[in-house]
């Protein structure tokens, strides 16, 4: 199973808007749902944050790769989930 990581913190409007989208695309896309997807709260885990290479939050990796960085839109978003999905 693909793996995506978001890297983010609490009280970023664009970390909130791109958990939002990801909500809105598991409830459309069900087949989505075999991707395991994590959150990581670069100032509650620091320990995992710090092994990866990114500067701006939200950050996506789909498995060890960097994919998405920054601000978001949906379509950003949707582009992620369909890396980890279709490989």
Request: aromatic share 16%; with cysteine; charged share 30%.
């Amino acid at each position: 199973m693909r793996e995506i990581k978001m890297f983010m913190f609490d009280g970023c409007p664009h970390c909130k808007f791109a958990i939002e989208c990801v909500q809105k695309l598991m409830n459309v896309h069900p087949e989505y749902k075999q991707i395991k997807f994590t959150t990581i709260d670069e100032h509650k885990q620091p320990d995992i944050a710090d092994r990866y290479d990114y500067y701006y939050v939200p950050t996506f990796y789909v498995d060890e790769a960097k994919i998405h960085e920054g601000h978001v839109e949906m379509s950003d978003v949707e582009y992620v989930f369909k890396i980890a999905y279709e490989g």
